[in-house]
Nanobody, 113 residues
Framework: QVQLVESGGGLVQSGGSLRLSCVTS????????MGWYRQAPGKQRELVAT?????STNYADSVKGRFTISRGDNTLYLQMNSLKPEDTAVYYC?????????WGQGTQVTVSS
């Protein structure tokens, strides 16, 4: 059984930093790729960053230079620096498995101006 559990969200001032973690019940290398997604109030869910099993990364233009996706054996991370109010959203961890996709339940990130 695969489970993804996010943590690290919270309230932070504009310009601050947060580090999100996504702990998996299996090695993250079991997945073809993993990523972070977010859904802001009144908006559609959007891709934030992805990382493939080979280590290739991709970022949304809105977070390039500020966010960094990385991985451990059983954990996916998202380091968020220079946070802006527009980053306020629920952040979700996602994983592409052989048979299906998996999602965490999300962690709230709120950035005050």
């Amino acid at each position: 059984q695969v489970q993804l559990v996010e943590s690290g969200g919270g309230l932070v001032q504009s310009g601050g930093s947060l580090r999100l973690s996504c702990v998996t019940s299996v090695s993250i290398f079991s997945f073809r790729y993993m990523g972070w997604y977010r859904q802001a109030p009144g908006k559609q869910r959007e891709l934030v960053a992805t990382i493939t099993s080979g280590g290739s990364t991709n970022y949304a233009d809105s977070v390039k230079g500020r966010f960094t996706i990385s991985r451990g054996d059983n954990t996916l991370y998202l380091q968020m620096n220079s946070l802006k109010p527009e980053d306020t959203a629920v952040y979700y961890c996602g994983a592409n498995g052989a048979a299906r996709n998996y999602w965490g339940q999300g962690t709230q990130v709120t950035v005050s101006s």
